[in-house]
């Protein structure tokens, strides 16, 4: 009786809350550098492939695996775009053309927070992360969002000794999920 009212009014029954359907215009990939300690480069991936099933009652199933085609690197000038992307001492596409980040653990850690851990892997170098994700959902799905700190030189990203381009990428993240 309960989850036929639950159905009239909309809502969904505890096992449905699971979903591996992304809803891709929600989603976003965003970055922002700082050049020259006061100038601000943002810039995004125009590429990502997801493999998500996430559902907030079963999070020991849950995943979160994402690959970023470095290809798909933009900032609006196709000629840093190219150099981030070709460079050997940037991204060297040609030798390491995907950026990955895969889910392990995922836990609830506040109302509203998870924490998930998990492996990011650029340019060969792979370093488990922690990334604090905050969770909305609606009668829709699930909107997943992190921002994460990112230090360029754990990665081999950019040269060392130069002060043109800050160490930390701050990284923007929005996941859409539809039901």
């Known amino acids: 009786m ?31 550098a700082v050049n020259m300690r006061f100038n601000k480069v943002q810039g995004f991936f125009a590429q990502a492939d ?37 460079a050997e001492h940037f991204f060297n596409a040609g030798e390491f053309p995907n950026i990955t980040f895969k889910s392990g653990k995922i836990s609830l850690e506040a109302k509203k927070q998870l924490l998930v851990l998990g ?29 994460y700190s990112l230090d360029r030189f754990e990665y081999g990203i950019g040269e060392n000794g130069s002060f043109s381009i800050g160490r930390q990428i701050e990284l923007e993240i929005d996941i859409a999920l539809k039901f």
């Open 2 to 32: 309960l989850s036929k009212l639950k159905e009239v009014f909309g809502q969904k029954p505890t096992e449905a809350y699971g979903t591996s359907q992304v809803y891709r215009d929600g989603c976003k990939f965003n970055f922002t």
């Open 50 to 86: 997801l493999d998500v099933f996430f559902n907030i009652k079963d999070l020991d199933n849950s995943y979160i695996n994402i690959t970023w085609p470095v290809n798909g690197i933009r900032t609006g000038i196709s000629e840093r775009d190219k150099q981030l992307i070709e």
């Open 119 to 147: 492996n990011l892997e650029m340019k060969g170098v792979e370093k488990a992360i922690a990334l604090y994700m905050g969770y909305s959902m609606d009668k829709y799905g699930y909107q997943l969002f992190v921002d």
